[in-house]
T-cell receptor
Framework: ETGVTQSPTHLIKTRGQQVTLRCSSQSGHNTVSWYQQALGQGPQFIFQYYREEENGRGNFPPRFSGLQFPNYSSELNVNALELDDSALYLC???????????????FGEGSRLTVL | QQQVKQSPQSLIVQKGGISIINCAYENTAFDYFPWYQQFPGKGPALLIAIRPDVSEKKEGRFTISFNKSAKQFSLHIMDSQPGDSATYFCAAIIANRDDKIIFGKGTRLHILP
Protein backbone atom coordinates (compact mmCIF):
# COMPACT_ATOMS: atom_id res chain seq x y z
CA GLU A 1 0.00 0.00 0.00
CA THR A 2 1.56 3.28 -1.09
CA GLY A 3 1.10 6.45 0.91
CA VAL A 4 0.29 9.94 -0.29
CA THR A 5 2.90 11.22 -2.73
CA GLN A 6 3.35 14.81 -3.86
CA SER A 7 5.37 16.42 -6.62
CA PRO A 8 7.44 18.41 -7.04
CA THR A 9 9.05 18.49 -3.58
CA HIS A 10 10.54 21.94 -4.07
CA LEU A 11 10.06 24.66 -6.66
CA ILE A 12 10.83 28.32 -7.16
CA LYS A 13 8.60 30.68 -9.10
CA THR A 14 8.48 34.40 -9.67
CA ARG A 15 5.60 36.70 -8.85
CA GLY A 16 2.81 36.58 -11.41
CA GLN A 17 3.62 33.08 -12.63
CA GLN A 18 1.37 30.05 -12.36
CA VAL A 19 2.10 26.74 -10.61
CA THR A 20 0.62 23.25 -10.62
CA LEU A 21 1.21 20.86 -7.75
CA ARG A 22 0.31 17.19 -7.93
CA CYS A 23 -0.85 14.61 -5.42
CA SER A 24 -1.45 10.88 -5.60
CA SER A 25 -3.78 9.74 -2.86
CA GLN A 26 -3.28 6.68 -0.72
CA SER A 27 -4.62 3.52 -2.31
CA GLY A 28 -8.38 3.23 -1.86
CA HIS A 29 -8.87 6.82 -0.66
CA ASN A 30 -11.47 8.82 -2.58
CA THR A 31 -11.20 12.17 -0.80
CA VAL A 32 -8.32 14.59 -1.21
CA SER A 33 -7.79 17.87 0.59
CA TRP A 34 -5.14 20.56 0.20
CA TYR A 35 -3.54 22.74 2.87
CA GLN A 36 -1.16 25.69 2.91
CA GLN A 37 1.37 25.72 5.72
CA ALA A 38 3.32 28.95 6.10
CA LEU A 39 6.57 28.81 8.04
CA GLY A 40 5.92 28.38 11.76
CA GLN A 41 2.16 28.09 11.30
CA GLY A 42 -0.42 25.34 11.28
CA PRO A 43 -1.82 24.05 8.00
CA GLN A 44 -4.70 26.06 6.58
CA PHE A 45 -7.46 24.29 4.68
CA ILE A 46 -7.66 25.31 1.01
CA PHE A 47 -10.27 22.92 -0.36
CA GLN A 48 -11.37 19.31 -0.52
CA TYR A 49 -12.33 17.08 -3.44
CA TYR A 50 -14.64 14.08 -3.19
CA ARG A 51 -15.37 11.98 -6.25
CA GLU A 52 -13.98 14.66 -8.60
CA GLU A 53 -16.05 17.52 -7.20
CA GLU A 54 -15.04 20.33 -4.85
CA ASN A 55 -16.62 19.59 -1.50
CA GLY A 56 -15.69 22.40 0.85
CA ARG A 57 -13.39 25.41 0.55
CA GLY A 58 -11.44 27.55 2.96
CA ASN A 59 -10.76 31.29 2.80
CA PHE A 60 -8.61 31.29 -0.31
CA PRO A 61 -9.18 33.42 -3.44
CA PRO A 62 -10.36 31.93 -6.74
CA ARG A 63 -6.83 31.95 -8.15
CA PHE A 64 -6.40 28.81 -6.05
CA SER A 65 -8.14 26.05 -7.98
CA GLY A 66 -7.98 22.30 -8.15
CA LEU A 67 -8.95 19.12 -9.88
CA GLN A 68 -9.51 15.54 -8.89
CA PHE A 69 -9.16 12.81 -11.49
CA PRO A 70 -11.05 9.49 -11.81
CA ASN A 71 -8.14 7.69 -10.14
CA TYR A 72 -8.56 10.13 -7.19
CA SER A 73 -5.24 11.87 -7.78
CA SER A 74 -5.42 15.63 -7.59
CA GLU A 75 -3.86 18.89 -8.72
CA LEU A 76 -3.63 22.27 -7.04
CA ASN A 77 -3.23 25.23 -9.38
CA VAL A 78 -2.30 28.70 -8.26
CA ASN A 79 -2.44 31.58 -10.72
CA ALA A 80 -0.89 35.03 -10.50
CA LEU A 81 1.51 34.00 -7.75
CA GLU A 82 2.16 36.46 -4.94
CA LEU A 83 5.07 36.58 -2.51
CA ASP A 84 2.77 35.49 0.34
CA ASP A 85 2.01 32.26 -1.52
CA SER A 86 5.43 30.99 -0.46
CA ALA A 87 4.64 28.03 1.79
CA LEU A 88 4.57 24.27 2.14
CA TYR A 89 1.54 22.87 0.31
CA LEU A 90 0.25 19.68 1.82
CA CYS A 91 -2.08 17.15 0.30
CA UNK A 92 -4.04 14.70 2.45
CA UNK A 93 -6.25 11.80 1.49
CA UNK A 94 -8.94 10.04 3.44
CA UNK A 95 -11.67 7.49 3.04
CA UNK A 96 -15.28 8.40 2.61
CA UNK A 97 -16.94 9.33 5.89
CA UNK A 98 -18.45 6.53 7.89
CA UNK A 99 -21.14 7.24 10.46
CA UNK A 100 -20.88 10.96 9.87
CA UNK A 101 -17.30 11.31 11.11
CA UNK A 102 -14.34 12.20 8.99
CA UNK A 103 -11.93 9.48 8.09
CA UNK A 104 -8.34 9.83 9.25
CA UNK A 105 -6.28 12.21 7.12
CA UNK A 106 -3.05 10.85 5.67
CA PHE A 107 -0.69 13.63 4.65
CA GLY A 108 2.02 13.69 2.03
CA GLU A 109 5.38 15.32 2.69
CA GLY A 110 4.40 18.45 0.85
CA SER A 111 5.61 20.68 -1.97
CA ARG A 112 7.65 23.66 -0.83
CA LEU A 113 6.92 26.67 -3.03
CA THR A 114 9.09 29.76 -2.98
CA VAL A 115 7.84 32.83 -4.81
CA LEU A 116 10.49 35.46 -5.60
CA GLN B 1 -10.25 34.83 13.16
CA GLN B 2 -8.41 32.08 14.98
CA GLN B 3 -10.90 29.41 15.94
CA VAL B 4 -8.41 27.10 17.67
CA LYS B 5 -5.86 28.67 20.01
CA GLN B 6 -2.86 26.57 20.99
CA SER B 7 -0.27 27.13 23.70
CA PRO B 8 2.57 27.21 24.39
CA GLN B 9 4.30 28.06 21.13
CA SER B 10 7.38 26.12 22.23
CA LEU B 11 8.13 23.75 25.08
CA ILE B 12 11.26 22.19 26.50
CA VAL B 13 10.91 19.15 28.76
CA GLN B 14 13.43 16.87 30.41
CA LYS B 15 13.51 13.24 29.31
CA GLY B 16 11.04 11.30 31.43
CA GLY B 17 8.94 14.35 32.21
CA ILE B 18 5.36 15.19 31.26
CA SER B 19 4.73 17.41 28.25
CA ILE B 20 1.45 19.32 28.28
CA ILE B 21 0.03 21.24 25.33
CA ASN B 22 -3.23 23.13 25.60
CA CYS B 23 -5.87 24.15 23.08
CA ALA B 24 -9.05 26.17 23.26
CA TYR B 25 -11.79 26.46 20.69
CA GLU B 26 -14.68 28.84 20.09
CA ASN B 27 -17.15 27.09 17.83
CA THR B 28 -19.37 24.69 19.80
CA ALA B 29 -20.27 22.93 16.56
CA PHE B 30 -16.84 21.28 16.46
CA ASP B 31 -17.30 17.59 17.17
CA TYR B 32 -13.98 15.90 16.48
CA PHE B 33 -10.62 16.92 17.92
CA PRO B 34 -7.47 15.30 16.52
CA TRP B 35 -3.84 15.91 17.43
CA TYR B 36 -1.17 15.75 14.75
CA GLN B 37 2.58 15.24 15.10
CA GLN B 38 4.93 16.70 12.49
CA PHE B 39 8.64 15.99 12.15
CA PRO B 40 10.85 18.32 10.09
CA GLY B 41 10.46 17.70 6.36
CA LYS B 42 7.44 15.48 6.85
CA GLY B 43 3.70 15.95 6.65
CA PRO B 44 1.59 15.87 9.81
CA ALA B 45 0.55 12.43 11.08
CA LEU B 46 -2.48 11.68 13.25
CA LEU B 47 -1.42 10.96 16.82
CA ILE B 48 -4.66 10.63 18.76
CA ALA B 49 -8.19 12.03 18.51
CA ILE B 50 -11.22 12.50 20.74
CA ARG B 51 -14.92 13.14 20.33
CA PRO B 52 -16.72 15.47 22.79
CA ASP B 53 -18.80 12.71 24.37
CA VAL B 54 -15.78 11.53 26.40
CA SER B 55 -13.57 13.47 28.81
CA GLU B 56 -10.35 11.53 28.34
CA LYS B 57 -8.71 9.22 25.85
CA LYS B 58 -5.44 7.43 26.39
CA GLU B 59 -3.22 5.67 23.89
CA GLY B 60 0.08 4.48 25.30
CA ARG B 61 1.99 7.49 26.64
CA PHE B 62 -0.39 9.96 24.98
CA THR B 63 -3.57 11.22 26.67
CA ILE B 64 -6.14 13.78 25.55
CA SER B 65 -8.14 15.51 28.28
CA PHE B 66 -11.31 17.22 27.08
CA ASN B 67 -13.37 19.84 28.95
CA LYS B 68 -16.51 20.53 26.94
CA SER B 69 -17.90 23.26 29.23
CA ALA B 70 -14.63 25.20 29.11
CA LYS B 71 -14.15 24.48 25.40
CA GLN B 72 -10.62 23.30 26.09
CA PHE B 73 -8.61 20.19 25.43
CA SER B 74 -5.05 19.21 26.09
CA LEU B 75 -2.44 16.65 25.10
CA HIS B 76 -0.33 15.02 27.80
CA ILE B 77 2.79 13.08 26.86
CA MET B 78 3.93 10.94 29.75
CA ASP B 79 7.54 9.79 30.14
CA SER B 80 8.58 12.13 27.32
CA GLN B 81 11.39 10.82 25.11
CA PRO B 82 13.83 12.59 22.77
CA GLY B 83 12.04 10.87 19.87
CA ASP B 84 8.92 12.84 20.81
CA SER B 85 10.68 16.06 19.77
CA ALA B 86 8.45 17.41 17.00
CA THR B 87 5.81 20.03 16.30
CA TYR B 88 2.35 19.16 17.61
CA PHE B 89 -0.87 20.59 16.21
CA CYS B 90 -4.28 20.40 17.76
CA ALA B 91 -7.22 20.61 15.41
CA ALA B 92 -10.98 20.75 15.36
CA ILE B 93 -13.50 19.69 12.78
CA ILE B 94 -17.24 19.74 12.17
CA ALA B 95 -17.41 16.20 10.86
CA ASN B 96 -20.96 16.22 9.60
CA ARG B 97 -20.59 19.35 7.50
CA ASP B 98 -17.71 19.83 5.12
CA ASP B 99 -14.89 18.24 7.08
CA LYS B 100 -13.02 21.54 7.06
CA ILE B 101 -10.34 20.97 9.66
CA ILE B 102 -9.04 23.95 11.64
CA PHE B 103 -5.51 23.62 12.98
CA GLY B 104 -3.88 25.43 15.86
CA LYS B 105 -0.61 27.23 15.21
CA GLY B 106 1.47 24.42 16.63
CA THR B 107 3.77 23.74 19.56
CA ARG B 108 7.42 22.98 18.96
CA LEU B 109 8.38 20.39 21.59
CA HIS B 110 11.97 19.62 22.46
CA ILE B 111 12.82 16.81 24.86
CA LEU B 112 16.22 17.14 26.49
CA PRO B 113 18.19 13.86 26.61
Amino acid sequence: ETGVTQSPTHLIKTRGQQVTLRCSSQSGHNTVSWYQQALGQGPQFIFQYYREEENGRGNFPPRFSGLQFPNYSSELNVNALELDDSALYLCASSLERIGGYAGELFFGEGSRLTVL
Amino acid sequence: QQQVKQSPQSLIVQKGGISIINCAYENTAFDYFPWYQQFPGKGPALLIAIRPDVSEKKEGRFTISFNKSAKQFSLHIMDSQPGDSATYFCAAIIANRDDKIIFGKGTRLHILP
